[in-house]
């Protein structure tokens, strides 16, 4: 089992540009949920998707966009990078039917620092 | 809406102590908790959960928590620490009802030395 996968590990922007991040769940996972961890701090919640919808999303501006595809994995779009996009950020993966008390598995996070 | 607090930003302890690592939490809601640790460089691994039952909850590499509800604590411990538990740890917090979406505090770094 390969885990949560992310790619890239690591990832240099200028600011203005949009970037993004990709996330394939763990086998058998159908709900991907995307954080961003900025130096120092905890992960925030940024959106989660499930059956390719967007069903909840943190308190990130509309730059912040994502996708679910049918295989389940995922991508994080962020437009008009600010240097303050500067963040690890990190993939979680779980399946709905196992109720909220089963926690989330999360990948090596992607690296990304806008210069 | 939950929130969480880590008292701790960071905690320095001698191989082969014990340590705690306070966390207390705020909600509205009934709640799930969780610890995870991170290691440099690498993502989130889950330490331990306390769903309902016992408020002593086992985890992996010998740690252990007990959940307070009186005080909205769940303090995490150890009897006794190795380097290799030096990282980063967040308590983090998830409604029981809705979706399962994670709330962390800012993190606790223990910091282990020989």
């Known amino acids: 089992d390969a885990g949560v996968t992310q790619s890239p590990t690591h990832l240099i922007k200028t600011r203005g540009q949009q970037v993004t991040l990709r996330c394939s769940p763990k086998?058998?996972?159908?709900?991907v949920s995307w954080y961003q961890q900025a130096l120092g701090q905890g992960p925030q919640f940024i959106f989660q998707?499930?059956?390719?919808?967007?069903?909840q999303r943190g308190n990130f501006p509309d730059r912040f966009s994502g996708h679910q595809f049918p295989n389940y994995s995922s991508e994080l779009n962020v437009n008009a990078l600010l240097l303050g996009d500067s963040a690890l950020y990190l993939c979680?993966?779980?399946?709905?039917?196992?109720?909220?008390?089963?926690?989330?598995?999360f990948g090596q996070g992607t690296r990304l620092t806008v210069v | 809406a939950q929130s969480v607090t880590q008292l701790d930003s960071q905690v320095p302890v001698f191989e082969e102590a014990p340590v705690e690592l306070r966390c207390n939490y705020s909600?509205?809601?009934?709640?799930?908790l969780f610890w995870y640790v991170q290691y440099p460089n690498q993502g989130l691994q889950l330490l331990l959960k306390?769903?309902?039952?016992?408020?002593l909850v086992k985890g992996i590499n010998g740690f252990e928590a007990e959940f307070n509800k009186s005080q909205t604590s769940f303090h995490l411990r150890k009897p006794s620490v190795h380097i290799s538990d030096t990282a980063e740890y967040f308590c983090?917090?998830?409604?029981?009802?809705?979706?399962?979406?994670?709330?962390f505090g800012k993190g606790t770094m223990l910091l282990v030395s020989p």
């Open positions: 979680a993966s779980s399946l709905v039917g196992s109720g909220q008390g089963a926690g989330a598995f």
């Open positions: 086998s058998g996972h159908d709900t």
């Open positions: 998707y499930y059956e390719e919808e967007e069903r």
């Open positions: 909600s509205s809601v009934s709640v799930y």
């Open positions: 306390y769903l309902s039952g016992s408020t």
């Open positions: 983090a917090v998830t409604s029981r009802v809705g979706y399962s979406t994670l709330t």
